[in-house]
T-cell receptor, first 113, second 113 residues
Framework: GNSVTQMEGPVTLSEEAFLTINCTYTATGYPSLFWYVQYPGEGLQLLLKATKADDKGSNKGFEATYRKETTSFHLEKGSVQVSDSAVYFCALSGGTGRRALTFGSGTRLQVQP | DTAVSQTPKYLVTQMGNDKSIKCEQNLGHDTMYWYKQDSKKFLKIMFSYNNKELIINETVPNRFSPKSPDKAHLNLHINSLELGDSAVYFC????????????FGEGSWLTVV
C-alpha cells in the first residue's frame, strides 16, 4: 500500500534560516504529492502540490519538486519567518491506490526570532 | 463562507455517551471524508463517501457510523464513547481525481472523560 515517511521534528530554526523538511514515499503507479500545513489550533491547509514527475509546487516562498527517481518530495524555503511555525504534513493520493490522502507523521517547525 | 464546516468545534463528554459531529461543504464536491488526528498529530483516513456511497471504510470500530444524507453532508456518529476516542476529527471534501486538492474543515476536538 501507499506510505509516506517524513523527517521527525521538531525542527527549530532562527528567523531567515533555510528550511528543508524531507519526505519520501512508497506507492505504485503515479501518485499526486502534497504538502499541508497546520497552524496551532487550526485545521489543515494545502500549501502546495505536484501531480506528475519533475513538477515543482510552490506557494508563499515554499517549494517542493516531485522526484520519481528518488521517490521524494522535500519541502524547502529559503528564509523562514516566525509566522511559519506550524506542523507540516507530506501526503500522497492515487497511484494505483485510492483517492484519499495518505499522510506522513508530520514535522513540527519552530522558528525563533 | 466557510467551504467545509463542521460542528461542534469542541466537545467534552463522558465515557459511554453517544455523540455526533456534523459536516457540510459548499464547494459542490462529490467526495467527502472523515480523518482522525491522534495526540501525536498522526492523521488517518476513517471513511470516504462518493455521491453518498461509502467507498472507504478503514479498520474503525463499528461504534463509528458515518451517514451521508446528500452529497454536501457527511456526519459521524459515535456510540459508547471510550477514552481512546479522544482526538481531533477532520471532515474534508474533494472532486474526483487523485490530483485534486482535498479541502479540510477546521476540526472537531473531542475529549472523552
Amino acid at each position: 500500500g501507499n506510505s509516506v515517511t517524513q523527517m521527525e521534528g521538531p525542527v527549530t530554526l532562527s528567523e531567515e534560516a533555510f528550511l528543508t523538511i524531507n519526505c519520501t514515499y512508497t506507492a505504485t503507479g503515479y501518485p499526486s504529492l502534497f504538502w499541508y500545513v497546520q497552524y496551532p489550533g487550526e485545521g489543515l491547509q494545502l500549501l502546495l502540490k505536484a501531480t506528475k514527475a519533475d513538477d515543482k509546487g510552490s506557494n508563499k516562498g515554499f517549494e517542493a519538486t516531485y522526484r520519481k527517481e528518488t521517490t521524494s518530495f522535500h519541502l524547502e524555503k529559503g528564509s523562514v519567518q516566525v509566522s511559519d511555525s506550524a506542523v507540516y504534513f507530506c501526503a500522497l493520493s492515487g497511484g494505483t491506490g485510492r483517492r484519499a490522502l495518505t499522510f506522513g507523521s508530520g514535522t513540527r517547525l519552530q522558528v525563533q526570532p | 463562507d466557510t467551504a467545509v464546516s463542521q460542528t461542534p468545534k469542541y466537545l467534552v463528554t463522558q465515557m459511554g455517551n453517544d455523540k455526533s459531529i456534523k459536516c457540510e461543504q459548499n464547494l459542490g464536491h462529490d467526495t467527502m471524508y472523515w480523518y482522525k488526528q491522534d495526540s501525536k498529530k498522526f492523521l488517518k483516513i476513517m471513511f470516504s463517501y462518493n455521491n453518498k456511497e461509502l467507498i472507504i471504510n478503514e479498520t474503525v470500530p463499528n461504534r463509528f457510523s458515518p451517514k451521508s444524507p446528500d452529497k454536501a453532508h457527511l456526519n459521524l456518529h459515535i456510540n459508547s464513547l471510550e477514552l481512546g476516542d479522544s482526538a481531533v476529527y477532520f471532515c474534508a471534501s474533494s472532486t474526483q481525481g487523485t490530483g485534486n486538492t482535498i479541502y479540510f474543515g477546521e476540526g472537531s476536538w473531542l475529549t472523552v472523560v
